[in-house]
């Protein structure tokens, strides 16, 4: 069994007269990246001062490779503890490679000077930063991102088995955040913990084992992202409204806020939607959102398009759970498309089960079809699954997830205007 690194057990902490914290328990092995994510106020902060010892819990323990850290000297927790902080704000002024040669304080005698080992770890780690360009530039004469990194240096110089950061890609930018992130999953991969307090979900989706989400001081969820971010924890944690997908090039979850549902769109229309296993599921909230009269199906029950549908209010045609689409569905879907403005049909696999879906969308007058990835590419149910596509390729207007809003509502638009043949002369 992997001992943990750190394990926190029932920490309760209060500032003034607010419990921050209350019940926290967690355990880290080695090796592991844990995000600490959460609201504004969930007290990730709180947790990672703690964590380190600059907080003193009312109620609980902090144990770093088995050592409590509370009753620990500032200089042995410094050796197993390393924290870049959220304030990047230095006021003195030292130099940045000063600045990261702090990291040895720990274990420097009184008396004695840095160690050729210590020059090495200090070398090291300004080059895994890239802060070495600027190693001899005062601390208060450079960006805000660039002493991010000095203090990312100066914690990968304190060589600790425990790694603590603060929105460690706050204010970095776009290429910076990617670069830290990426050395931070090496340093994991090559053995250190790290708990990283990191608001972009996608983000720690992205690079964390695990995620620990804090609410109201309490751990709401834990585990690996995709059981930590759904749907249901997201408006839990955040009140947010949000849409949980694979992100299409990673193929980590990937988190999509949308505006309030109560702040709906004025758009006018009516959309038939064919899709399933949560392919459709952020059109459904997009569509709805926008205001359009939206329906679904034939979906399978307990399918997560289901679920949104439901969440959404939406008129949804379901069959029993792994049921091909009956005869009965397929009439229901056929009256909802012919009902339709416009039916969106997102790239989903056509096996026998739902064939029948895509023959019912055949009675739209305008068609949309939503292509990740050419359809030889998934599983469809022979040739004649293959031909009925193509047909209805063929008068569809084809985009990228992207464009439906867009192209629904042209093709509303299109679908109301009356035709020369449907004036009256
Ligand atoms: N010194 C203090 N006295 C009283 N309450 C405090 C003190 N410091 C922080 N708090 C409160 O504790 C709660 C948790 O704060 P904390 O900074 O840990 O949250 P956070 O999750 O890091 O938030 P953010 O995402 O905004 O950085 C907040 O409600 C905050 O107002």
């Known amino acids: 069994m992997t001992e943990a690194v750190l394990d926190i057990d029932d920490v309760a902490v209060s500032l003034g007269d607010v419990r921050v914290l209350d019940g926290v328990s967690a355990a880290v092995d080695r090796g592991t990246f844990v995000g600490l994510v959460g609201p504004n106020g969930a007290g990730?902060?709180?947790l990672l001062r703690?964590?380190?010892?600059?907080l003193r819990p009312d109620e609980g323990t902090v144990r770093v490779t088995g050592q409590n850290v509370a009753e620990l000297s500032a200089k042995?927790?410094?050796?197993?503890?390393?924290?870049?902080?959220?304030?990047t704000s230095l006021s003195f002024d030292f130099s940045v490679r000063q600045t990261v040669e702090m990291g040895r304080t720990p274990y420097l005698s009184?008396?004695?000077?840095?160690r050729p080992e210590d020059h090495e770890l200090v070398d090291r780690?300004?080059?895994?930063?890239?802060?070495?360009e600027f190693a001899d530039r005062a601390i208060t004469a450079i960006s805000g991102g660039e002493r991010q990194r000095v203090l990312l240096a100066r914690a990968l110089a304190q060589d600790t088995p425990l790694v603590l950061l603060?929105?460690?890609?706050?204010?970095?930018d776009i290429n910076h955040q990617v670069r830290t992130l990426e050395l931070v999953r090496e340093l994991v991969d090559d053995g250190k913990t790290v708990v990283a307090a990191i608001h972009d979900l996608n983000l720690a989706a992205h690079y964390c084992d695990e995620l620990l989400l804090l609410g109201e001081g309490r751990i709401l969820a834990s585990g690996p992202p995709e059981s930590v971010l759904t749907e249901s924890t997201l408006e839990r944690a955040f009140g947010a409204n949000a849409v949980v997908s694979r992100h299409p090039v990673t193929g980590s979850v990937y988190v999509t806020a949308l505006p309030d549902q109560r702040t709906h769109g004025e758009a006018d229309g009516r959309v038939h939607v064919v899709g399933g296993g949560g392919s459709a599921a952020r059109h459904?909230?997009?569509?709805?959102?926008?205001?359009?009269?939206?329906?679904?199906?034939?979906?399978?029950?307990?399918?997560?398009?289901?679920?949104?549908?439901?969440?959404?209010g939406l008129d949804t045609v379901t069959v029993n759970p792994f049921a091909p689409v009956d005869a009965a569905a397929r009439k229901?879907?056929?009256?909802?498309?012919?009902?339709?403005?416009?039916?969106?049909v997102v790239d989903i696999e056509i096996g026998e089960g739902n064939l029948a879906n895509l023959e019912a969308a055949r009675a739209a007058d305008e068609l949309v079809l939503v292509e990740t990835r050419p359809f030889a590419e998934r599983n469809y149910a022979g040739e004649s699954a293959a031909r009925t596509y193509e047909t209805l390729r063929s008068r569809a207007t084809v985009v990228t997830p992207d464009e439906v809003l867009g192209a629904v509502t042209a093709a509303i638009e299109r679908a109301r205007t009356p035709t020369p043949a449907q004036h009256d002369y």
Request: proline share 2%; net charge negative.
């Open 44 to 46: 990730k902060t709180t």
């Open 50 to 54: 703690t964590l380190n010892a600059a």
């Open 76 to 87: 042995e927790v410094g050796r197993l503890v390393a924290t870049v902080p959220q304030d």
């Open 110 to 114: 009184r008396f004695g000077g840095m």
């Open 125 to 132: 780690a300004m080059k895994q930063t890239a802060v070495d």
């Open 166 to 172: 603060d929105e460690p890609t706050a204010s970095l």
């Open 284 to 312: 459904l909230y997009l569509l709805s959102a926008a205001g359009y009269d939206v329906s679904v199906g034939a979906l399978n029950e307990g399918d997560s398009d289901t679920e949104t549908a439901r969440q959404l």
């Open 332 to 344: 229901t879907v056929t009256e909802y498309v012919e009902r339709a403005d416009v039916t969106l």
